[in-house]
């Protein structure tokens, strides 16, 4: 099984990536203009719409919170000019998250009705106020509102026209995809169904398919009597049996009987057509439903033979998989672990001398295998040196700096930050106590504990964007079981990776993703020497793998996708998973990427070794002639006497502890797990 030495030393592993995220934010900092660029932006929404439209809520948000949008103040606006400069990116803002993003969506299509001066700056209390702090006359201020009509009327004008260009590309998606304009499509297993006298149609708010066509499509063999009006679909190994008139289903095998209350019952249209209520149907036979409501088709998968057809190209992959899952059971004492982090950073200057910056980070990790308790001191100090040394105006303190004013912020509580987390195992709770956390929210008590019910769905969510634990437990036991049932596989993984899309694209998400993983990580490319597995990768493998691709394709020059960066880049990966037979012991190996762009380059390496008997990582990053960032961490592990320390799986008695939910409601309080 999986010692603790090793559950802690991948622990410390993940923290060291988070450590990782505020240094490359700060050393890439660079010189700010007054005026911010609108287009990572505009980037930004356009990535966010993709089509899925119906993920995103429909009521009405102003932009500038939803994607970060710098005030007009942050800007660094005054005059005439410049407001002139911020209103049109306003309202540019405006027109694609209300156009893109909820396209065809009438009701939050959005023109600001208050004064134009509480619309481009709400901290301001009145007009007045305005006009001297943007050092703007009475006339001027008449010239802009009549340039804020002029600019909302060019970014809205035509809308009906607008909006049926919207519905059009819609109608067009859908034909290209082999849907139906006009109906409420049905697909299964990524294809549409077709149909041709008989169409789907929802009565009472239920999607209604004809039978025998939908039968049929999920592999049955349909039967009708006409004196009995039976409906039998033969599945092999049982039989799903309806009766026009009537709710109840049932499904009939050698060993049973069952019965299902549909809710709605069958019946038969004036040219003889059949029908049946399509969810509850098909989730009485097992398969996974989902209604697209942007395509306004049902979706059908067979989610176990989904998963057990990817599964069958990564045996060697889902073996190991099924070692990763094997829990701790170690019980030979208590382990203490101390790890070092060093992270020096030198910012290149050839006329006036390089500047260095010395980071680092101690940690220490008490452990029994089923409780962790967790200390981390952190020292940015010389990071703050290093910002002002290269800030290019001579600021003479960090609030004088040219930066995210949350940037700063985040920057001046983490320079001295300590924190202390204990993590209950059985329990599946989370307890955090930091002082920075405190001036983050003003409602937690100093010396207070934060308590996180939960916490592998919360810290799963926050990391991978999908709720993994609770979606293990929603899973039948055997699609959790995997090809194998061997646990976790890599089919589960790719549908949990790609449950957050449109439905409609949810099967031919999966599969594109398993034929690019099957062309670098699948059966025969892992070698296998004894127990250990290695994994060698470079840029023709993955260039492989996107050709290998359905999407890949070529440009409008007739140039391949991706074909400049990839001819650009240098990168090697080899991986070594060691294992007694049963679970992994150890992992070790390098990883090397450069890439070059004109007369710039970033080159990237790592060399790491994690083991019961230690551990040890080295990361650098290096952009030419600019700077580098170097990260070692090193790690030692001893077996304490029981009752040496004392571990414990909750915060002492007497101290105070709150329950997250309270501090956070609106992030926590309405917390819903996503679900199959």
Known sequence: MITKKFICYCLSVAMVLALLCPLGAFAAESEAESYVEAEPYIAEVEEKGGGAYESYSTAPVDPREFFGMPTMEECGVDGVDGIKWYIEWLAEMYYIYYYDVYAGYDKVLFYPEEDLWIVLDPAVESLDEFLEKYGIGENDYLDLELFWEETIEYFYGHRERQQERIEQRRIDALLRLGGTAGIVNVMVNGDFMKFADAVPERVGGVAFVPAKLFLEALGAEVSFDNQTRVLTADFGGFSAVFTIGSEVMSIVSDESERDVDMGAAPFIRGGGSSYIPARVVAEALSFDVYWDSYYET?????????????????????????????????EAGVLKSILSILAPITVFNSLDGDTVANLGADMSILTDGRNFNITIDVDL????DLILATDPYGAADISEVVMNPDDIEMLELLVGAKAELILNYDEDMLYVKAPFLNSLIPELPAGAWIAVSEATDVLAYALFGTDYYYLMEE???DEQAGADGGGLSVGMVLLLNNLGFSPIHLCEYIKSD?????????DGKIKINGDDYTIKLTIDDIMGAARSDPYYGYDDYGYEY??????QTAFELEVTVKTDGEAVTGISGRFFMREDYYSSATQMKCEFDISAQGASISFELHEKNTYVISVVLDMSTEELVDGTETILGAPPVGEKVIPIEELMPDEFGAYEQQSL
């Open 298 to 330: 049902v979706v059908v998968i067979d989610t176990v033979g989904l998963i057990a057809d990817i599964d069958k190209d990564f045996t060697v992959l889902n073996k190991l998989l099924g070692m990763l899952s094997n829990t701790a059971t170690d």
């Open 381 to 384: 100090e010389g990071l703050v």
């Open 475 to 477: 899973l039948e036991p």
């Open 514 to 522: 398993a034929q690019d993983l099957k062309a670098i990580l699948g």
């Open 562 to 567: 991706g074909y400049y960066s990839y001819s």
